[in-house]
């Protein structure tokens, strides 16, 4: 999570490119398949949970 955040954050580089770089590297998706995603990777950082913000129990 920390290398997708760099590359969209940092670099500015778009969903499309991050995609092909997670691809490229062979590292699977949260549901272990390699395809990845732009709509998979926004919702990732989106999601508190991803970024160690959520807590347990809340709602």
Do not use: F, K
Not at 41 to 47: E, V
């Amino acid at each position: 999570m920390r290398q997708i955040v760099t590359w969209v954050g940092h670099e500015r580089s778009m969903l499309a490119g991050v995609c092909r770089r997670l691809h490229d590297s062979g590292l699977p998706n949260p549901t272990e398949r390699p395809h990845w995603s732009r709509a998979m990777i926004h919702s990732m950082l989106l999601d508190p949970a991803y970024a160690g913000q959520a807590l347990y129990g809340r709602c």
